[in-house]
Structures are given as structure tokens and as C-alpha cells.
């Protein structure tokens, strides 16, 4: 199929809110005013109290970066293999902007052999769609040798990672960190940025998906904490790092897993949880904390356990309730205090605080710090997740995952945008399209599995409200729901034989994906798309800035099928 490029000298009007007098500066903020160790709930004239999906700040600041994808070779934990990634690191450079900065990211794609696009996950991408990087749904793939341009501003603050969005790519490497800096909800000393927990494997993760889609999910061999670990306990670098007695350190923990639910705690300390995805929350304490795939927590350990030892374990526990690991038990870290070097010999947390079925840490503990309630809703699909054998592209027989009562399959030729834009409203129904017509409805989308897999679920595009969950089919359980300030966020868990009830408001135009953050289960079909206020996305697409340089949708789109019909690809997984 042939994508049907427009011309944008047709489309030109839509006003995009960069703000007038943009400039160019690299190094954030510190801090803004007022905004201490002491008082971290201030940010100038803003403070965690403001709603930010109404208000952000107007800094005037633009934030550039240019990103190269490249093809190297790579031992995280001492043990080489290809992997992709961005500027030849895992993770990739943190993007750091400060709330209400417009960042603008350039990507140039140099791999040979697959196409590119970067999501930047949990980002609101308000009235921006375009630069919500998505192949088959917001843009063509770059073609090998091209670049793009993404724009957007950052309404949010808080903690996330960008990630290729083109088949397995995320997890040959190519993701790395996002920091928006604003106030928080309890106070800190020190910031040490992202810290990912991953799953990891010496076959890339194009080899193993033929096992993956055809006998489920391989047992991966290791992890690694913030890119590192060693192997064997005789190649490769735990990670680690210092912590001077009576400081707090805010970490902001990541799991940008293929296949792996982790449970995190650093022995003898507590940690203090302070935010959810990009949702500040009322503090509250645990020992362990569960993170499933996409997910994100904030949070703050205080150094005050020097009278146990000078060295302790930090732990990533892949729950085997859903994570197959050979090495569950060595997916360590460390944390010094002073100018310790030592190896530490603590014990960990007990474990069994955490229900161990890879669910998400308690609903009644994740409370927003800025209070919303859910609005009322007269539309409400209940979209079963089934699994089933299927014919693929290439005429395998492979596993297939569903979701309603489709497997999503999407071309990277023919996004949803481009169709909209070109006036066609019927969707094939293997592009699982819900629409979302009247500005500002309600939505309660119920998810439900009689399977006993659990799926951490993914909202582009919006924060969702979580209104239940539970075990159980959705009419037995028969849930009340709790519309008063719920856990709001962009990536809940399904739970295994149970259901969920996430509900949003479309306030934002544009063609959404939803889906699962299991990597095998996004190529397997276990997506599908909202199509939100149909009518007003083509001029969202009409602002050049926001797309590729200065051309756009139009030239990527041409770019991609020039490189897909010389290089004779045949698309063999979902398209996203
Ligand atoms: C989102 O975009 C709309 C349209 O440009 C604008 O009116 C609104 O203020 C924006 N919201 C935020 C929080 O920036
Ligand atoms: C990434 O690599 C590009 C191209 O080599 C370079 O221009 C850019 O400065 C690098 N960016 C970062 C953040 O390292
Ligand atoms: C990366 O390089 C390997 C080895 O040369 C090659 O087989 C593979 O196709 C390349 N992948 C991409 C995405 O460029
Ligand atoms: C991406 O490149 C890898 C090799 O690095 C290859 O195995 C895979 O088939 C390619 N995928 C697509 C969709 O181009
Ligand atoms: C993890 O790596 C990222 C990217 O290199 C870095 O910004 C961050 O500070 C590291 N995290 C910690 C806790 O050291
Ligand atoms: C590797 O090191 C960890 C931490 O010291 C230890 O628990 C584990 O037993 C070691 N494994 C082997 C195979 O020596
Ligand atoms: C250390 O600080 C945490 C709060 O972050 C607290 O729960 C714990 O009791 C403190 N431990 C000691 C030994 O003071
Ligand atoms: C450190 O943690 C271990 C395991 O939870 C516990 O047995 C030990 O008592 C703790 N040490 C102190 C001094 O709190
Ligand atoms: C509209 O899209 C549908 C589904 O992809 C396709 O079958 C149909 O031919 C398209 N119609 C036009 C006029 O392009
Ligand atoms: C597009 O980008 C150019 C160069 O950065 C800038 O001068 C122009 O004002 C932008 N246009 C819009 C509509 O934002
Ligand atoms: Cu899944």
C-alpha cells in the first residue's frame, strides 16, 4: 500500500502554543524561586497545589536536542551484543527540561535496517498529537538516513523515559530518560535523576521474538540496574552509588522492561513514595515497591542507616508471577555511605509485603496530592484481553493477543492521521479504532482477562482515573466505583483473571494508542487506538514545527515508502 501524501500549503493555519519568545539554553534551572531542600512544594509563582492540565507556567524557554540512532555493540553487564541505541549509550541522554519549558528533539535516524519513531511515554503531548511518535498512528517510520523534528511542551513535571515506538527497537536499547523539574509533594536534599530497572537478555530481542510469539514468553537472563550489572559475578559493574549520613536522595525509578515486573527496596531503608507516573501523591512509606513495565515512582530515601553497615544491597526482584528470569536474585545495586568501597552483606526486606501476582502497589496508598474527581460518563466499552492462534503477515502461525475483538494490525505507511487527513473515516477493523466524538466526554473503559497474565495497560495522550480493579470478571465482581480522586496515571496493571476500570476525558484531539507495555504483547496485537475528535486532527498536523523540519507528516511518509519499497520489507508484527 502507497501512502496518499497531502500538501501542507492546503493545511496552513493552526496556532501551536510555543511560546513568543523562545530561546535556546541547555542547562535547567536549579531550582525556581523560592523552591528549597527545605520547601520543595514551591516552583515561583507555581506550586504543587496548581492544576497543571489547566495551568503551566510561561517560561519562554525552548530546550533542543539532537538524537542519533545507531547500530554498536555494547556489554552492560561485561557480556557483548548488537544493541540499538540513542548516541551509543543505554539509557540514551536524559532529556531535562523544567515545567512549562517547549522541547523540541531532532532525530536522525542511522540504523540500516529498520525504521524509527520516538515516543515520549506519559507525555500529555497537549493539542500535539504530531509529536506523540507513533508509526502506523501519528507518522510513517523515519527511513534509514532520514531525521524528524518533535515538538511539544512539557505541561507535566516530573519523572519518564522517550522509547523507539517501531517494533522491539525499545528493547535493543533505544530509550532514555525525561526529568521535568517542578515542586514536589515532601522534601529532599539531592536529585539523582532516573534510575531504570530493566530486564536483559545476550540474544537482541528480534531473536527471540519467533519464540516469544510462537511458545510464549523466554526466560530472560539477567536485569540491569541503570544500564549496568555484572554477569556471573565475574564480568561486568554493579551499579552503585554514595550517600553521605544525614542527606535525602530522591530517585526516579523506571521500568523500561520487555517482560519484567519488578519489585524494588534498598536493604534497611525506607522508601518514601512521592509521585506515580507524572501524578505527585501524598506521601506514604513502604519497603518494597512494585513497578510494572512503563511505570513510573518518585522517590525519597534518607541516609540515616549508617549504625547498620557502610555498604547495603539495592534490589530488583523481578516478580515471578510473570517474569521469567534466570537471575532473579543478582539484579543488585549498591549504595555506599561515605568513602566505603565494601561489598555489602545485608539481608533484604521481607518480601512477602507484596502480593507477588505482579499487581500494583496498593490503590488506597496512591492518592494524588492535587485532588480531581471523575466526571460522569454514558459510554463505557467493555474490551475483553484474549489470546488465540493465529495466521500472521508472513503466514506463520503465531500467538496473537487481542483486545476487544480485534488483534491490531496497522500499516507504517498509512497512519490513522494520514487516513483522517485525507478525509477517509472508515477504519479497517484490524486498525481497532474506538472514536471519541463529543468534546470533553467521559470515558470508562473496562478491561478484562479471564487469563492468568496480567497486563500493565498504557494511555497516550492523557493521565487516566483508575476507578477499580480487582480479580474476578467485571459483572461478578460488579465494582463500585470510586470517582473521588483515584489513582490517576498512565499505566495501571490489569490484573491476572481480573479487570480494570480507567476512565479519561477527551480533551485532547488527536489518534491515541492504548495498550499493553509488555514488548512481545505490543508487536502480538494487545493495542488498539481512540480516535479523538475526529474532525479537529488534520490542523493539528498543519503546523510544520511540530513534524518532520519543515515539511511534515507528507515527507517522512515519502521518505519511508521510497526506503520500505527499495529495502522490500514485509511488515510481520502489529505496526506499532
Ligand atoms: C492545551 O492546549 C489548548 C489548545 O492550545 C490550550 O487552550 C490549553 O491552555 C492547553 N493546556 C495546557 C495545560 O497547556
Ligand atoms: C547526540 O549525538 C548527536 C549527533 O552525534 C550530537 O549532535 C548531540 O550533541 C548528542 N547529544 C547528546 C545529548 O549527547
Ligand atoms: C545492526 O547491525 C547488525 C550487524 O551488522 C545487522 O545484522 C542488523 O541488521 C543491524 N540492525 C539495524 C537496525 O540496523
Ligand atoms: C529491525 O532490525 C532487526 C535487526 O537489528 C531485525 O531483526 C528486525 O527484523 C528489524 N525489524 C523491522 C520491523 O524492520
Ligand atoms: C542513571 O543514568 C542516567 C543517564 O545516564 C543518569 O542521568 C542518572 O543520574 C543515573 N541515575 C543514578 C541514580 O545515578
Ligand atoms: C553473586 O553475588 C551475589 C552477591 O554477592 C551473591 O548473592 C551470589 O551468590 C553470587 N553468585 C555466585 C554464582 O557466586
Ligand atoms: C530513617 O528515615 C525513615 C524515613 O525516611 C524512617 O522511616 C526511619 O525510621 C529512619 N530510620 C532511622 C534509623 O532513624
Ligand atoms: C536490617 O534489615 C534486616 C532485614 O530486614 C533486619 O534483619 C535487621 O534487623 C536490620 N538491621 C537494623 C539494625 O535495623
Ligand atoms: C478507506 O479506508 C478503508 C479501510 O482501510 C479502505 O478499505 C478504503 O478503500 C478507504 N477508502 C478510500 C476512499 O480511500
Ligand atoms: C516554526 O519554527 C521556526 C524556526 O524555529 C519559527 O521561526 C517559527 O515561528 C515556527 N512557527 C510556528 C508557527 O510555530
Ligand atoms: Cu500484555
Redesign the pocket.
Known amino acids: 500500500m502507497k501512502a496518499t501524501v497531502f500538501t501542507f500549503s492546503t493545511l496552513f493555519s493552526a496556532?501551536?502554543?510555543v511560546p513568543a519568545a523562545s530561546k535556546s539554553q541547555l542547562a535547567p534551572r536549579a531550582a525556581c524561586s523560592g523552591n528549597s531542600a527545605t520547601d520543595r512544594s514551591v516552583w515561583c509563582d507555581y506550586d504543587t497545589s496548581t492544576n497543571?492540565?489547566?495551568?503551566?507556567p510561561d517560561t519562554g524557554v525552548t530546550r533542543e536536542y539532537y538524537f542519533e540512532l545507531t547500530n554498536t555493540t555494547l556489554a552492560p553487564d561485561g557480556v557483548s551484543r548488537n544493541v540499538l541505541t540513542v548516541n551509543g549509550s543505554i539509557p540514551g541522554p536524559t532529556i531535562e527540561a523544567d515545567w512549562g519549558d517547549t522541547v523540541v528533539v531532532h532525530v536522525t535516524n542511522s540504523l540500516s535496517t529498520n525504521g524509527t519513531s520516538i515516543h515520549f511515554h506519559g507525555i500529555?503531548q497537549?493539542?500535539t498529537n504530531p509529536a506523540d511518535g507513533v508509526n502506523s498512528i501519528t507518522q510513517c517510520p523515519v527511513a534509514p538516513g532520514a531525521a524528524m523534528t518533535y515538538t511539544w511542551?512539557a505541561?507535566q513535571y516530573g519523572s519518564s523515559w522517550y522509547h523507539s515506538h517501531y517494533s522491539l527497537q525499545a528493547w535493543e536499547g533505544v530509550y532514555g530518560g525525561i526529568v521535568i523539574h517542578g515542586p514536589a509533594t515532601a522534601n529532599y536534599d539531592v536529585d539523582l535523576g532516573s534510575l531504570f530497572l530493566s530486564d536483559w537478555d545476550h540474544e537482541t530481542a528480534d531473536a527471540l521474538y519467533t519464540t516469544a510469539e510462537t511458545s510464549g514468553p523466554p526466560t530472560l537472563d539477567t536485569g540491569l540496574i541503570n544500564g549496568t550489572n555484572v554477569w556471573e559475578n565475574t564480568t561486568g559493574t554493579r551499579f552503585s552509588t554514595t550517600f553521605t549520613s544525614g542527606t535525602s536522595y530522591l530517585f526516579r525509578l523506571v521500568n523500561p522492561s520487555i517482560d519484567s515486573h519488578f519489585d524494588f527496596s534498598i536493604d534497611n531503608h525506607t522508601l518514601q513514595v512521592i509521585a506515580m507516573d507524572f501524578v505527585p501523591i501524598v506521601p506514604y512509606e513502604t519497603t518494597v515497591l512494585a513497578i510494572g513495565m512503563g511505570q513510573r515512582y518518585d522517590i525519597i530515601v534518607t541516609a540515616n542507616e549508617s549504625a547498620v553497615a557502610s555498604d547495603f544491597w539495592m534490589r530488583a526482584i523481578p516478580d515471578s508471577f510473570c517474569s521469567n528470569n534466570e537471575n532473579p536474585d543478582n539484579i543488585l545495586g549498591i549504595v555506599h555511605y561515605g568513602s566505603s568501597t565494601g561489598t555489602p552483606t545485608t539481608t533484604a526486606w521481607d518480601q512477602s509485603i507484596r502480593v507477588g501476582a505482579c499487581e500494583d502497589e496498593p490503590a488506597a496508598s496512591l492518592v494524588p496530592y492535587l485532588s480531581l474527581d471523575a466526571g460522569s460518563s454514558s459510554y463505557s466499552p467493555d474490551l475483553p484481553v484474549t489470546v488465540a492462534l493465529d495466521d500472521d503477515l508472513t503466514d506463520l502461525t503465531v500467538l496473537k493477543w487481542y483486545i476487544g475483538s480485534e488483534t491490531m494490525q496497522v500499516d507504517y505507511d498509512d497512519p490513522t492521521v494520514l487516513q483522517v487527513i485525507n478525509g477517509n473515516t472508515t477504519f479497517a477493523s484490524s486498525s481497532n479504532v474506538y472514536e471519541l466524538n463529543t468534546a470533553n466526554e467521559w470515558v470508562y473503559t473496562i478491561i478484562e482477562t479471564v487469563d492468568a497474565v496480567p497486563h500493565p495497560i498504557h494511555l497516550h495522550g492523557h493521565d487516566f482515573y483508575q476507578l477499580a480493579s480487582g480479580s474476578g470478571t467485571y459483572a461478578s465482581a460488579d465494582p463500585t466505583l470510586n470517582t473521588a480522586n483515584p489513582p490517576r496515571r498512565d499505566v495501571a496493571m490489569l490484573p491476572a483473571s481480573g479487570y480494570v476500570v480507567l476512565a479519561w476525558q477527551a480533551d485532547?484531539p488527536g489518534a491515541w494508542l492504548m495498550h499493553c507495555h509488555i514488548g512481545w504483547h505490543i508487536s502480538m496485537g494487545l493495542d488498539l487506538q481512540w480516535v479523538e475528535r475526529r474532525t479537529e486532527i488534520a490542523s493539528l498536523y498543519s503546523n510544520g514545527n511540530t513534524t518532520s523540519g519543515t515539511t511534515g507528516l507528507s515527507d517522512v511518509c515519502s521518505t519511508w515508502d521510497t526506503w520500505q519499497t527499495s529495502d522490500g520489507l514485509v511488515e510481520y508484527d502489529s505496526g506499532v
Do not use: D, L
Not at 497543571?52 to 503551566?56: F, G, Q, S
Open positions: 496556532a501551536f502554543a497543571y492540565y489547566e495551568e503551566v500529555r497537549n493539542y511542551r505541561t485532547n
